[in-house]
């Protein structure tokens, strides 16, 4: 089994940062990619940004663009997002995703792609 540990969410004003971690542990698996979603109450789990694991390749959703970095360590299983100049409706449980490798590519951006999530973390801005 495989376990997601995030932290980094708390509560900031408009425009500050924040930055969330996600560490991975468990049985040895081969990642093809890591990513961030949020999901208010009552909606669906939206996506936020994701990376691929051996080559580094950023995605992000529109909202975020030039305003949050997702990055990873590989040495230590962790991925990272950066969340600058946040605002109001960027509230919300953040969780992070792992992606194995399938023998047919799913997309990064979609929750069906992925196989593990880690339990949330709640990001608050206030305005």
């Known amino acids: 089994q495989v376990q997601l540990v995030e932290s980094g969410g708390g509560l900031v004003q408009a425009g500050g940062s924040l930055r969330l971690s996600c560490a991975a542990s468990?049985?040895?698996?081969?990642?093809?990619?890591m990513g961030w979603f949020r999901q208010a109450p009552g909606k669906e789990r939206e996506f936020v940004a994701a990376?691929?694991?051996?080559?580094?390749?950023?995605y992000y959703a529109d909202s975020v663009k030039g305003r949050f970095t997702i990055s990873r360590d590989r040495a230590k299983n962790t991925v990272y997002l950066q969340m600058n100049s946040l605002k109001p409706e960027d509230t919300t449980v953040y969780y992070c995703?792992?992606?194995?490798?399938?023998?047919?590519?799913?997309?990064?951006?979609?929750?069906?792609?992925?196989?593990?999530w880690g339990q949330g973390t709640q990001v608050t801005v206030s305005s």
């Open positions: 468990g049985r040895a698996f081969s990642t093809y990619a």
């Open positions: 995703a792992l992606q194995r490798v399938k023998p047919i590519r799913v997309p990064v951006t979609t929750t069906r792609g992925y196989d593990y």
């Open positions: 990376i691929n694991w051996s080559g580094g390749s950023t």
